[in-house]
C-alpha cells in the first residue's frame, strides 16, 4: 500500500472528492463507482485514493462494478474500499443496500484495506451488518455528525471515527485519538482549517492531530496487510 511519504509535513484528508487544495494537504481522494469509472481512480496512480459504490449512486450491472472496484483494490494506492453505506433517504431498497454492503465489506477482507462507511438514519441495520463479520474487517463512518451516545455505541462495537466540517463537538473529543480522523468530503475548504478547530477542542497542536491522523492510517496499513 502506497501512503504518503514521512518526510511530508501534511495535513491528512482522509475523504474527499477533490485533489488537493494547499500544499500542506495530502487527500486520500475518493471514487464513487460507476460514476466516475476505473480510469478516473488510475489517473491518479502512486496517489492514496479510495473507491467503492454509494448506495445512492447503485448501478444497474452491480457485477460489472464490483469486478472493477475489485482490481482497483488490488492497486498499491488504493487504500480503503467505500463509501459502502445504507442510506434511508436513498432510492434502492435497504435489502439492495445491505446486500451491496455485504460484497464490499468481502472485498475489504480479501484485500486487507479498512471499510469507509456511510450511514444515513440507518445505524441499527449497520451494527447487525457488522456482526457478520470478522474483528479484523475495520469499519470508519466517515463524516460522522452524531450526538456522543451513538459515538460511543459504534466505538464499543470496534468502529471508527472520520470528522468533516459539521460535527457534535463532544463526540469528535470522545473519539479515541488512535481511531479518528479528519476529512472535507464535499467541502471545498482546505483540510488545515478543520484540524485547527478540531485541535483546540481536543487540547492538542494541529501539527501533532496531523501527525496521529497520519499514523493512524499507516498502523491501519500495518495491521491490515498482516
Same mark, same amino acid.
Given at each position: 500500500?502506497i501512503? *504518503? ?6 495535513f491528512?484528508? *482522509? ?13 486520500v ?20 485514493f479510495?473507491a ?16 472493477d ?10 487504500v ?9 433517504l ?37 451494527l ?36 468533516? *466540517?459539521r ?13 479518528? *480522523? ?16 478540531a485541535?483546540a ?12 491522523c ?9 495491521k491490515?496487510?498482516?
Amino acid at each position: 500500500m502506497i501512503l *504518503f511519504p514521512d518526510s511530508m509535513p501534511v495535513f491528512l484528508n *482522509f475523504h474527499a472528492h477533490r485533489a488537493a487544495v494547499s500544499p500542506a494537504e495530502a487527500v486520500v481522494r475518493n471514487f464513487v463507482l460507476p460514476q466516475q469509472g476505473p480510469g478516473e481512480a488510475e489517473k491518479v496512480a502512486g496517489s492514496p485514493f479510495s473507491a467503492g459504490i454509494h448506495p445512492w449512486y447503485i448501478p444497474a450491472r452491480t457485477d460489472e462494478a464490483l469486478a472493477d472496484l475489485d482490481r482497483l483494490a488490488s492497486c498499491p494506492s488504493c487504500v480503503a474500499i467505500g463509501e459502502a453505506g445504507l442510506d434511508k433517504l436513498a432510492s434502492a431498497s435497504m435489502d439492495v443496500q445491505c446486500g451491496l454492503f455485504r460484497r464490499q465489506a468481502l472485498l475489504a477482507v480479501a484485500h486487507g484495506l479498512p471499510l469507509v462507511v456511510h450511514c444515513v438514519r440507518a445505524w441499527g441495520e449497520l451494527l447487525a451488518l457488522r456482526r457478520e463479520f470478522p474483528q479484523e474487517l475495520v469499519c470508519v463512518v466517515h463524516g460522522f455528525r452524531g450526538k456522543p451516545e451513538l459515538a460511543r455505541s459504534l466505538l464499543d462495537k470496534g468502529f471508527w471515527l472520520s470528522f468533516g *466540517f459539521r460535527f457534535h463537538p463532544q463526540s469528535l473529543t470522545l473519539c479515541p485519538p488512535d481511531r479518528l *480522523f479528519l476529512e472535507t468530503d464535499e467541502d471545498p475548504r482546505p483540510v488545515d482549517e478543520l484540524y485547527r478547530t478540531a485541535a483546540a477542542l481536543r487540547g492538542c497542536s494541529p501539527e501533532d492531530l496531523a501527525t496521529q491522523c497520519r499514523e493512524n492510517l499507516a498502523n491501519l496499513a500495518r495491521k491490515l496487510k498482516k
